[in-house]
């Protein structure tokens, strides 16, 4: 028990400084919600600055090699509509009956309809042949700080952006005022995010820096590392060379993009093989006689995206219109499931397919060779085959608000979570297509976006019931650079995409058609980020994704507030509007939680020595308990030993002998030993040592005077120790008497040694 005792007491000392370490202060949301006053929340940073004000309303332009009219777009007056002779003048403004699925009158609804996503820049250009020549607005991309090299949720003005995984969500940002430490509140944020799958061809591309000059390569050739040696001999289905009637609608409403990338990246190889005149092969051959071209255009420190056109062969790169390169373009306009000539379809996803070549490594890294760009060195890109698509959701996101001004701007927020809202299989969110089996589908952009389905005319929109949905199949054609409406829900995902296939990297270092260059050349953090990615087709999906946020951050904005309905606002009024900042807008109130302090401990094993402690307290307490509860020891029992182990009572029974009984309860023994005064002896000072040499005798011994003062003090000690022991004995002679002549005792008393 001693030892258990110490350890006891060990680990109570060492808990006592221990175990409050970890203690710590923070803030954490509130149990309860809180009405706060949300108001506008002003970006700052470039794109605050490069976003334009608000107008509406928004406009939709139909037609492709001709203007057409827009469902439910239809001018009246006749003379207007045909004003050309070989043209119709059409109207471009979008008709209620188009819009009206999408208005949500939920007072605090935050999930943006079609009309709340909206073109961050815009021109004015009036045409003839729309609006009678009237001047409408066309939407453009003006890039901006680059996003793609965060690894985060970043707030910006309009949107949410993703660029962690890709994904753009559409929020005209709030924020709450005069929250002391900050609040965090949760809304549901529709959100579209990529979509990307990518297939390794097995086919990797090897050129050498110059011996003489860095920026001259050569010595350009196609390893084969299984991608003709092993290329199945069955050809994947759907079929794309045409035997197949229905490839346009194998897939469904689901794209299936890896199989789609699989089965592109079979066809690729197949088309090449022709090209090279290749029967078989083996592993680790080599092609030379068609890559000088490539050798030529490659980087050791760049990608390059693409349509599927084969332009790695230098037959195909310098005859695009020869029967082999309108071979591989078709192929890879098949992957995608439609042609832009198509019958436009709701139930048809959008798809772009196409190549992703990596950022090239050393080929002999295993043996020593770094990244450094040394003359004559010899580099490896791996080449990919992809395709992508997009698709909506809601996400429910957290914010949090750290300011405890009456100010408000866009760096007081943050996202603290975002995950997909959660549905149960009756309640799935419904979601509404325009129809518009009359068009193709590069004549027009399809309204969609989710509705009541009770608001719907069935015969103009499909309903679906889904958590997500694919958005429809648009144009290939139409990029960035070449916007001709203000409707950016149905025509800027899709066009981001075909700006990222078509122009983002396609020639190393030099930006096309209004879109900037992604390569990688001229900026080493791309660079850097890209070198680990592509070496795997999900890091290579991932980098396609990426690109395509950060340009659809450049291009689009949300307007939606969730305040609308009890503003009277439209949503777009509050995004870049032209009142001053500092002007503080109060657009409602909505319930957040208020961020309160707390005490948190962070790390448990700090704690250890006090856990110990409370577990040998719980076992004292139980082994207690036990014996209490079988009476093994009595209440009696412990109260009699205690009494008799006091030291005032053996000090009394020493000293004055038949005092009182040895059995007496405390009142008695107090009532009679009361009066009693136990004379104890002051303690004896220790003579101080003396820093003066003691007097010593002949040969060393000591003084006569201090032989006789030892002498003198043990004669003293002696006789106490003798009257001791006669008053010891007295006390035993009396406590055997009281025993004799208490028989009926129930205790058993040891008699002292």
């Not at 196409?354 to 490594?361: A, L, N, S, T």
């Not at 309204?447 to 499909?462: C, H, K």
């Not at 009277?568 to 995004?575: L, V, Y």
């Not at 500092?582 to 909505?590: E, N, P, W, Y």
Request: glycine fraction near 6%.
């Amino acid at each position: 028990m001693s030892v258990i005792a110490l350890f006891a007491t060990l680990c109570f000392t060492v808990a006592g400084f221990l175990t409050p370490k970890p203690l710590h202060d923070y803030h954490r949301p509130s149990l309860h919600k809180h009405h706060a006053q949300f108001s506008y929340a002003p970006d700052r940073s470039f794109f605050g600055q490069g976003t334009l004000s608000r107008v509406s309303p928004i406009y939709r332009v139909c037609g492709w090699t001709k203007f057409v009219d827009c469902p439910g777009s239809i001018y009246d007056d006749p003379a207007i509509r045909n004003k050309f002779h070989n043209n119709t003048v059409v109207n471009s403004t979008i008709p209620l009956a188009t819009i009206k699925p999408f208005m949500n009158e939920k007072a605090d609804n935050t999930i943006a309809s079609p009309m709340d996503i909206q073109y961050r820049n815009y021109y004015e250009e009036p045409n003839a042949y729309v609006d009678n020549g009237e001047v409408n607005i066309r939407g453009f991309i003006q890039p901006m700080q680059t996003l793609l090299l965060d690894d985060s949720y970043r707030l910006i003005e309009g949107l949410i952006v993703d660029s962690i995984n890709g994904g753009v969500g559409f929020r005209n940002h709030s924020g709450p005022l005069r929250m002391g430490l900050g609040a965090q509140w949760t809304e549901d944020i529709l959100f579209i995010h990529p979509e990307t799958a990518c297939t390794q061809t097995n086919l990797s591309l090897h050129f050498s820096i110059s011996a003489n000059y860095f920026y001259k390569h050569d010595n350009g050739y196609m390893a084969d590392d299984g991608g003709f040696a092993n290329l199945p001999t069955e050809i994947p289905e759907p079929r794309f060379d045409g035997l197949d009637d229905d490839w346009q609608n194998a897939f469904g409403e689901a794209p299936d993009l890896q199989r789609r990338s699989f089965a592109l990246a079979w066809w690729n190889n197949q088309l090449t093989a022709r090209v090279l005149n290749i029967s078989s092969s083996s592993v680790g051959d080599r092609y030379t006689s068609e890559f000088s071209n490539y050798a030529t255009l490659a980087s050791p420190g760049s990608i390059q995206i693409s349509p599927m056109n084969g332009w790695y062969l230098d037959s195909i790169y310098k005859k695009s219109a020869s029967a082999a390169a309108v071979e591989f373009a078709s192929y890879g306009r098949r992957c995608s499931g439609f042609n832009d000539t198509d019958p436009s379809s709701s139930s048809k996803p959008y798809v772009r397919c196409g190549y992703f070549y990596g950022v090239p490594y050393p080929s002999r890294i295993t043996d020593g060779q770094t990244y450094r760009y040394d003359l004559a060195s010899n580099w490896t890109q791996q080449l990919y085959t992809c395709a992508s698509s997009m698709k909506a959701s809601v996400q429910t996101v957290t914010f949090g608000s750290n300011t405890t001004n009456t100010s408000l701007d866009l760096g007081d927020l943050r996202v603290l979570a975002v995950r997909p809202k959660q549905y149960s299989e009756d309640a799935l969110p419904i979601w509404a297509i325009e129809k518009a089996d009359a068009y193709r589908i590069h004549d027009i952009n399809l309204m969609w976006g989710l509705t009541n389905e009770s608001q719907v005319d069935e015969d103009a929109f499909e309903i679906r019931r889904t958590a997500e949905l694919y958005l429809p199949a648009s144009t290939h054609d139409i990029t960035f650079g070449h916007i001709y409406d203000s409707f950016a829900a149905g025509m800027a995902p899709g066009a981001a995409w075909n700006s990222v296939y078509e122009f983002a990297a396609a020639i190393r270092g030099i930006a096309i058609d209004f879109i900037p260059s992604y390569s990688g050349e001229t900026d080493y953090g791309l660079t850097l980020k890209y070198r680990n990615l592509s070496r795997t087709p999900e890091g290579t999906a991932k980098i396609m994704n990426l690109i395509w946020t950060d340009l659809m951050a450049f291009v689009v904005v949300g307007t939606k507030t969730g305040f609308e309905a009890t503003t009277g606002s439209s949503s777009a009024s509050h995004i870049k509007s032209k009142r001053s900042d500092s002007a503080l807008t109060i657009l409602g109130t909505k319930a957040v939680h208020k961020m309160v302090r707390s005490i948190g401990y962070s790390d448990s094993r700090y704690a250890i020595p006090a856990f110990i402690v409370v577990g040998i307290l719980i076992f004292s307490v139980a082994t207690a308990t036990i014996f209490a509860l079988r009476k093994s020891l009595s209440y009696e029992i412990l109260e009699h030993y205690i009494n008799q182990t006091s030291m005032g009572r053996t000090a009394s029974q020493l000293l004055y002998p038949g005092i009182a009984p040895i059995d007496a309860s405390t009142k008695e023994w107090s009532r009679a030993t009361r009066d009693l005064i136990l004379d104890v002896p002051r303690p004896q000072s220790r003579p101080k040592k003396s820093t003066r040499p003691r007097l010593r005798g002949r040969r060393g011994h000591s003084s006569p005077s201090a032989s006789s003062g030892a002498s003198l003090l043990r004669v003293h000690q002696e006789m106490e120790m003798e009257n001791r022991s006669q008053s010891h004995l007295s006390a035993q002679s009396h406590y055997s008497a009281s025993r004799a002549s208490s028989p009926h005792s129930p205790y058993t008393i040891h008699q002292f040694a």
